[in-house]
């Protein structure tokens, strides 16, 4: 399988100097460890996602219509993986109408791996 497929954002920080990219946070940092969200402030939060680029979330999620995203999750199958839980990380930021959506998007890429 592709290194490049493990996706998910790249919560090892370590992950995006091979790729020639900083990590926006210490290269030793793992939110399972050292996240405690009450001890951060909004400003403390921006700071770190102020350094995220595109290409870094390019490189972090899967982007694209429900076909795109299960050509790409594909490759996962195929390498052996026996449980896909597709999730629509758009959600919380969509309005209502548009997140009324997103369910329907995720069940769509469900179809599309079982077709092949």
């Not at 102020?50 to 999750?73: C, H, I, Q, Y």
Request: hydrophobic share 45%; with cysteine.
């Amino acid at each position: 399988m592709n290194s490049d497929l493990r996706r998910l954002g790249r919560l090892n920080q370590a992950e995006w100097e091979p790729l020639g990219i900083a990590p926006v946070l210490p290269v030793d940092w793992h939110y399972a460890m050292k996240y405690v969200p009450t001890e951060w402030t909004a400003d403390d939060a921006y700071a770190i996602t102020d350094k995220v680029n595109v290409e870094m979330v390019e490189r972090s999620f899967f982007l694209g219509t429900p076909t795109e995203v299960a050509n790409e999750l594909r490759s996962f199958a195929e390498a052996g993986a026996t449980w896909i839980a597709p999730c629509d990380f758009l959600l919380p930021l969509l309005t209502l109408e548009d997140a009324a959506a997103a369910l329907p998007r995720s069940l769509e890429v469900c179809r599309h791996l079982k077709e092949k």
